[in-house]
C-alpha cells in the first residue's frame, strides 16, 4: 500500500492564480482531511470529509475549495491565492474503526508570491 | 472550545536521557494521540489512547483522564529520536482532531 499520496512537493503561485493540491489514500478510508501548518503553530483542519460526497468544514476554510467524489481522492483548490496561503499542507485519511487514527501524507510545501 | 497545551516547546537533551514530554487539554476526550514529525516533515502516529498506559519499544504513553494530562517519555533517547512531537485529542465522538503546537527536541551525541 501507499497510504496516503500528497502532489505536488513544492510549489511557488503568484498571488491571484490557482491551484489544486492533489491527495488520494488507497486504504479505503472513510475519513480524510486537509490541514494546513504554519510555523510555530499547531496543526488547523481546513476541511474534512466523512465519505464520498459529503465534505464540511473545518477551523481555516476560507480561500480554499473541497470535493470527494470517491473514496480515494479528496483534492484541495486553492482560488485567487494569497500570501497568507503560504503554508504546509498535509492530507490525512482515518477509519473509524482504529477509533479515527490518522495517516499523514508527505505534505505539499506552498509559497505565494 | 477544547485547548492543548504541550512543555515544553523546546527540549535539549544528552544522548542516552530519559525525555519526558507533556501535554494538558481542557475537557473531556474519546482518545488522546501522540505523533511525530520528523525533520524532513513527515507525521507519523506513535501512540493513541484513552487510558493507562502504552509501551513501544523506548516509548510510553501514559493518560491520567482525571487531570487531563498525558505524558510521552523516550527512554535511552538517541539523536535520530530528534523530532517534533505533537499531542492531539478526539473529543468525544468526533472524528476530528485539535492538535498542540508540538514540542521540539533535539538529542545530540
Known amino acids: 500500500n501507499a497510504g496516503v499520496t500528497q502532489t505536488p512537493k513544492f510549489r511557488i503561485l503568484k498571488i491571484g492564480q490557482s491551484m489544486t493540491l492533489q491527495c488520494a489514500q488507497d486504504m479505503n478510508h472513510n475519513y480524510m482531511y486537509w490541514y494546513r501548518q504554519d510555523p510555530g503553530m499547531g496543526l488547523k483542519l481546513i476541511y474534512y470529509s466523512v465519505g464520498a460526497g459529503i465534505t464540511d468544514k473545518g477551523e481555516v476554510p476560507n480561500g480554499y475549495n473541497v470535493s470527494r467524489s470517491t473514496t480515494e481522492d479528496f483534492p484541495l483548490r486553492l482560488e485567487l491565492a494569497a500570501p497568507s496561503q503560504t503554508s504546509v499542507y498535509f492530507c490525512?485519511?482515518?477509519?473509524?474503526?482504529?477509533?479515527?487514527?490518522?495517516?499523514f501524507g508527505p505534505g505539499t510545501r506552498l509559497t505565494v508570491t | 472550545k477544547n485547548e492543548v497545551e504541550q512543555s515544553p516547546q523546546n527540549l535539549t537533551a544528552q544522548e542516552g536521557e530519559f525525555i519526558t514530554i507533556n501535554c494538558s487539554y481542557s475537557v473531556g476526550i474519546s482518545a488522546l494521540h501522540w505523533l511525530q514529525q520528523h525533520p524532513g516533515g513527515g507525521i507519523v502516529s506513535l501512540f493513541m489512547?484513552?487510558?493507562g498506559k502504552k509501551k513501544h519499544g523506548r516509548l510510553i504513553a501514559t493518560i491520567n483522564i482525571q487531570e487531563k494530562h498525558s505524558s510521552l517519555h523516550i527512554t535511552a533517547s538517541h539523536p535520530r529520536d530528534s523530532a517534533v512531537y505533537i499531542c492531539a485529542i478526539g473529543e468525544g465522538g468526533s472524528e476530528k482532531l485539535v492538535f498542540g503546537k508540538g514540542t521540539k527536541l533535539t538529542v545530540n551525541p
Open positions: 489512547l484513552s487510558s
Open positions: 490525512a485519511s482515518s477509519d473509524p474503526g482504529t477509533v479515527y487514527e490518522q495517516y
